[in-house]
């Protein structure tokens, strides 16, 4: 602020910085978190209209100089990034506002000078300090108009023949667009207060500028509400394609999704309820023929009571429920069906929540699964970091195999049955798996291949990736937001 000291002043400084600061180049860290002091005094108090002495006069500005990188490292984070967001950048201002900071060119505060382009320069967070009249010169800033001020941006007198001084934009304080908040360091301190624009009369000529590497927050939408959850591929009526069954989160009730041989499957008005309310209670559904009568049946633990429950089909529905499994079945998750031993029984895999162990649950193709001390486990400590378990025949050798998709990188695994467990896995599908919810495998295709189904959180979409014998095909919209 005040008068701009010329650069030839501290020529030594400059040729320091010259070879590390190309012209343009700036490097900044988007950190919207800034350390707080360790004792914060209280916050002076805003100013909500101009204030009729701005305080502008001063003993001078700091020239050009590197940060000291040393002293900054205690505060800020190091830099990492070539952009800063807007946020980031009030969020620094403001933690420079009624901490007792004195104006001085030759004071520091964490590794940046205590005078008006020390301040704009830490809440930019340069790796190096114009004086006033070099932000242009020096490729920081670039003009922009009075309508294109955003949050972040500044305005700068950077006259090197009188007194310049910067000021930090926030907002427009009234609609007619003559007054707005921001930020400037000035010998009284530090201020967050309303200002004339484009500064108080008789100061300036002012500029509104930008920082070249400032980026604009980005706002992710929020991932719709599911509409349906615990998805489940089963084939209800016989037909040899699969269907999906799935809960309603709204209402709780369980529809039927009828498949047909190209992939698709009915939706809107031509689902079919099949479970009044009462399904959002019920949690973990898992499909297949668990009374070897040729329809596929659905388990599902309600989790009031930690029971184990069997609806068998009856080809084109659910009949009244029979506990298979008594209370600590909530204590499992990701819960599938298939056939893993190959012995034309479905059964029952499961991971252990307190273990991390998987199990697999024989059917005895009667109605019921092996619980207590007949399961087995075909799984070590772990699978928690696995999440959306799928039972699925992937290569097509009549037992089902085991997909999932890694917490920690968003892959999705094969782990194929040996009959007796599992082989070691196989990655087919590379990160981005996350976004993925409710997996169901079935044969959608009728190819003899299973395909694996699945919700897009972000846009609530239902996709379908054919399966092609060791993996998957690309994948296929079939069913619109609201998934």
């Known amino acids: 602020m005040s008068r701009t000291l010329p650069r030839t002043r501290h020529a030594a400084v400059a040729a320091l910085i010259a070879g590390a600061v190309a012209a343009g180049t700036v490097v900044a860290v988007d950190s919207a978190a800034v350390a707080a002091p360790a004792a914060v005094a209280a916050p002076a108090a805003v100013t909500a209209a101009p204030a009729a002495n701005p305080d502008f006069g001063s003993p001078g500005q700091g020239p050009e100089q590197p940060v000291d990188e040393e002293v900054r490292a205690t505060g800020f984070a190091a830099a990492a990034s070539a952009k800063i967001s807007r946020s980031s950048v009030i969020a620094r201002a403001k933690s420079w506002v009624g901490i007792g900071l004195d104006y001085d060119w030759d004071g520091h505060h964490r590794g940046y000078r205590t005078d008006c382009s ?154 079919v309820e099949i479970g009044s309310g009462g399904w959002n209670g019920m949690s973990n559904l ?33 009949n009244s429920r029979k506990e298979i499994g008594s209370g600590g079945w909530n204590g499992m998750t990701d819960l599938m069906g298939g056939d893993v031993n190959g012995d034309g029984k479905a059964d029952v895999v499961g991971v252990e929540k307190s273990t991390g162990k998987l199990w697999l649950y024989k059917g005895n193709g009667a109605g019921s699964v092996g619980g207590g001390t007949s399961r087995v486990m075909i799984g070590s400590g772990g699978w928690n970091g696995m999440h959306d378990l799928v039972g699925m025949d992937i290569n097509n050798d009549r037992k089902a195999d085991v997909v999932g998709v890694e917490r920690s990188t968003g892959k999705l695994f094969l782990y194929t049955s040996n009959g007796t467990g599992l082989n070691s896995r196989t990655e087919i599908g590379s990160g981005g798996w996350n976004g993925m919810a409710d997996l169901t495998g079935g044969d959608f295709t009728s190819n003899a291949n299973d395909d694996l189904v699945g919700v897009e959180t972000a846009t609530g979409k239902l996709y379908l990736y054919p399966g092609t014998g060791t993996g998957l095909g690309a994948r296929k919209e079939i069913g619109s937001g609201g998934w």
């Open 118 to 271: 020390g301040f704009v320069s830490m809440a930019w967070d340069l790796d190096f300090q114009p004086a006033t009249n070099t932000f242009a010169s020096r490729g920081v800033t670039e003009s922009i108009t009075k309508s294109e001020l955003r949050p972040g941006d500044a305005l700068l007198d950077d006259d090197a023949g009188a007194g310049g001084h910067i000021v930090l934009f926030e907002k427009w304080a009234n609609s007619d667009r003559t007054q707005y908040w921001g930020f400037d360091f000035t010998p009284s301190g530090v201020h967050h207060r309303v200002y004339d624009y484009p500064y108080y009369p008789g100061y300036g000529p002012y500029q509104p500028v930008r920082y070249k590497n400032i980026a604009d927050d980005v706002t992710t939408p929020p991932a719709p509400a599911p509409g349906m959850t615990d998805l489940v591929a089963v084939n209800l009526n016989g037909d040899a394609v699969d269907d999906v069954v799935g809960v309603e989160a709204s209402t709780g009730k369980l529809w039927l999704y009828k498949g047909a041989s190209n992939g698709t499957i009915a939706s809107g008005g031509n689902r």
């Open 286 to 318: 898992a499909g297949g023929d668990y009374t070897g009568d040729g329809k596929d049946d659905i388990v599902a633990v309600e989790e009031a009571s930690g029971k184990l429950y069997l609806y068998p089909g009856n080809g084109s529905g659910l």
